[in-house]
């Protein structure tokens, strides 16, 4: 059963900052992993979106890498602003032929103080 | 519009009473999902669904029901509403398997069941 961490739970930085979140996964035979943000009472945004055989994906100031020997997953956000501030999740799918699975991490609260 | 809508965006109901949540996308994506979400579990996948009359129970799904007689609708039924469905729900669409492979999410519907 695929199993999704995503440390820290909470973060809490001053603007400005670069940041680190990371995702870990149990099962490397993933199908590709995604990362969302979700504001307060809100749906979830699509960040980026990385397949199996690539390594990172990058929009604006957001990078997301990954390594699937590792079992993990990390979005860096460069400069950040109090305009970040939400908790971002990533999934990870796996496939079986045509099935797919799909596992979310419980999120990282992120709060970026101005 | 393009997308995927999730109607009505808030409902309260009263226990024992049948409510129906919407969910329609644009993009004829096979695969669509219902989640729920509430503070302390994060995101509980109710049903989802591979293609038009194909689907399957997720991790919580007694006391809904769902159908998909038509690929761009995906209706979340609850038969008879108890306390504990009150929720915030989520649908979701994407096309493993083909190059569209983005999970995109609904804005969500509030469900109060009093």
């Known amino acids: 059963k695929q199993e999704v961490t995503q440390i820290p739970a909470a973060l809490s930085v001053p603007e400005g900052e670069n940041l680190v979140l990371n995702c870990s996964f149990t099962?490397?035979?993933?199908?590709?992993l995604q990362w969302f943000r979700q504001d307060p009472g809100k749906g979830l945004t699509s960040l980026l979106l990385?397949?199996?055989?690539?390594r990172e994906q990058t929009s604006g100031r957001l990078n997301a890498s990954l390594d699937k020997s590792s079992g993990r997953s990390t979005l860096y956000i460069a400069a950040s602003q109090p305009g970040d501030s939400a908790t971002y999740l990533c999934?990870?799918?796996?496939?079986?032929?045509?099935?797919?699975?799909?596992?979310f991490g419980k999120g990282t609260l992120l709060t970026v103080n101005p | 519009d393009a997308g995927i809508t999730q109607s009505p965006r808030y409902k309260i109901t009263e226990t024992g009473r049948q409510v129906t949540l919407m969910c329609h996308q644009t993009?004829?994506?096979?695969?669509m999902f219902w989640y729920r979400q509430d503070l302390g579990h994060g995101l509980r996948l109710i049903y989802y669904s591979a293609a038009a009359d194909i689907t399957d129970k997720g991790e919580v799904p007694d006391g809904y029901v769902v159908s998909r007689s038509k690929t761009e609708n995906f209706p979340l039924t609850l038969e008879s509403a108890t306390r504990s469905q009150t929720s915030v729900y989520f649908c979701?669409?994407?096309?493993w398997g083909s190059g569209a492979n983005v999970l995109t999410f609904g804005a969500g519907s509030r469900l109060t069941v009093l």
């Open positions: 099962d490397s035979a993933i199908y590709n």
């Open positions: 990385i397949q199996s055989s690539q």
């Open positions: 979701a669409s994407t096309n």
């Open positions: 999934a990870v799918i796996r496939s079986g032929g045509s099935n797919y699975k799909l596992t």
């Open positions: 993009w004829s994506h096979s695969y």
